[in-house]
């Protein structure tokens, strides 16, 4: 069975419904933009099938994204304010260096693949992992938010099922969910286009 490049539905979905997309590292490596040699050998080897398997118009449109943004009181970063592209928002010093340069009242990242809900409220942070159900109230007061959603493909605080947030602005609410996947089939296809056996086996233990 060939695997070459074609078009991709969730590309177009992304496309069609997301107001605002981010680029992530593996993204801007397979875009040439960053060098796979910051990469593990696992992610290179994922990079560089991509590469062969990317559709021109999936690239065309992956090409556009940059790895941060803002929206009205939201800054959106794939990883952190002081590196949007490779920092992972997990210590103190990064928490503090992501609440110092931002500005906006809720601040989203990614990349640690870890769902946090963090607040910072008269000088003092709060907050902390995410499991599923956290809810965060963020209207009213001088609190801040550094919220970061998880990972819908590679979970990695030990939960397999694939992690979102759903952000209500009209209510002044988030809550960190969760939604199994056909994880056993998406191992099959990891495996059958010769990907690293360990890509698969790690979405078992969401790690």
Not at 86 to 105: G, I, N
């Amino acid at each position: 069975m060939g695997y070459g490049p074609r078009p991709n539905p969730c590309c177009a979905a992304l496309r069609e419904r997301a107001a605002l997309c981010l680029a992530g590292n593996h993204d801007l490596g397979v875009l040439g933009e960053v060098d796979l040699a910051e990469f593990a050998p696992d992610a290179v080897a994922s990079a560089t099938w991509t590469r062969g398997a990317l559709a021109p118009e999936s690239r065309a449109y992956l090409e556009t994204l940059r790895p941060s943004g803002r929206r009205e009181q939201v800054e959106l970063f794939h990883a952190s304010p002081r590196d949007p592209v490779w920092d992972y928002v997990l210590t103190l010093d990064a928490v503090e260096a992501s609440f110092e340069l931002t500005e906006a009242p809720l601040m989203l990242v990614g990349h640690s693949h870890v769902p946090l809900a963090l607040v910072l409220e008269d000088g003092q942070l709060g907050g902390g992992i995410a499991p599923e159900g956290t809810e965060v109230e963020l209207g009213g007061g001088a609190a801040r938010f550094l919220l970061n959603p998880g990972s819908v493909g590679q979970p990695r605080d030990g939960d397999p099922r694939a992690a979102w947030l759903l952000l209500d602005f009209g209510s002044g609410r988030a809550e960190f969910r969760r939604v199994a996947y056909p994880v056993a089939r998406t191992q099959e296809e990891i495996r059958e286009r010769g990907l690293p056996d360990a890509l698969a086996e790690r979405l078992a233990r969401g790690v």
